[in-house]
């Protein structure tokens, strides 16, 4: 899932203090707030979502705790559907694609924990670093190019076929010129 979201603007939040952001985002999202505790029910987690969004507020979050990552991964994922918008394009992974690509490689774009053996997995891109990436997945990711099929199997060690391939670097490359029409950065969740 990609979220179309003003970069700076999000890292500007964090230990911003900005309590009425924070309200607006308590109030707004209440909801999925409710949602995301149902879903870590159970768990036995020493925090709820609205102690995370709080932490991510006052720039108090334990970064090195991974027991509490996917909570505050969620939690992310929520504050940018506040602030920004949903901007489609659900691929399988980035990893699976022959370039250099920089989206998950950057994790998450405020300081969290993050555990890189669980979800969700995380990344981000300043509006330019879409610009480039965009650049590079058209250069990279032609399906017309002789082998390519061959090579991308033997890149991803996956067995997808030539179709899914195709649609997972068209899914790619749509997104990618959908956020670079806006002017916007992204953060990226696998899930």
Do not use: W
């Not at 994922?77 to 950057?106: R, V, W």
């Amino acid at each position: 899932m990609f979220y179309s979201v003003d970069i700076t603007k999000l890292q500007s939040i964090f230990g911003s203090n900005d309590n009425a952001l924070l309200q607006a985002v308590l109030d707004g999202k209440a909801d999925d707030l409710d949602d995301n505790d149902g879903f870590f029910e159970g768990y036995d987690l020493a925090i709820d979502s609205r102690t995370a969004m709080r932490n991510i507020f006052a720039g108090n979050v334990p970064t090195h705790d991974t027991s509490v990552a996917a909570m505050y991964g969620y939690v992310l994922k929520i504050l940018c559907e506040h602030i920004g918008e949903f901007a489609g394009g659900d691929i399988y992974s980035t990893q699976i694609l022959p370039m250099d690509s920089k989206l998950m490689s950057n994790g998450p774009p405020i300081p969290i924990p993050n555990d890189l053996g669980d979800f969700p997995e995380i990344g981000f891109l300043t509006a330019e670093g879409v610009v480039a990436e965009r650049a590079a997945a058209l250069n990279a990711l032609s399906p017309d190019a002789p082998g390519f099929f061959d090579n991308m199997r033997e890149y991803t060690h996956h067995e997808l076929d030539e179709e899914e391939l195709t649609e997972e670097i068209e899914a790619y490359q749509e997104v990618l010129g959908e956020l670079v029409d806006q002017g916007k950065g992204t953060v990226a969740f696998r899930h």
